[in-house]
């Protein structure tokens, strides 16, 4: 996972139980922007990512 400067989350690798978070369950070579948390402001952005 990273932080881009832009607020957004994005994250890539295996991805067989949908764990990147982009809804799908395909594996990504790529970073591909993690979906905002249902309900999430507008103005929304991410401070902090963490992954394990």
Do not use: I
Request: glycine share 18%; proline share 6%.
């Amino acid at each position: 996972m990273a932080l881009g400067s832009d607020g957004n989350a994005y994250a890539w690798g295996d991805n067989t139980y949908g764990q990147l978070g982009d809804g799908t369950s395909s594996s990504r070579n790529t970073p591909v922007k993690v979906g905002k948390p249902a309900g999430a402001p507008a103005d929304f952005t991410y401070v902090q990512v963490s992954a394990g």
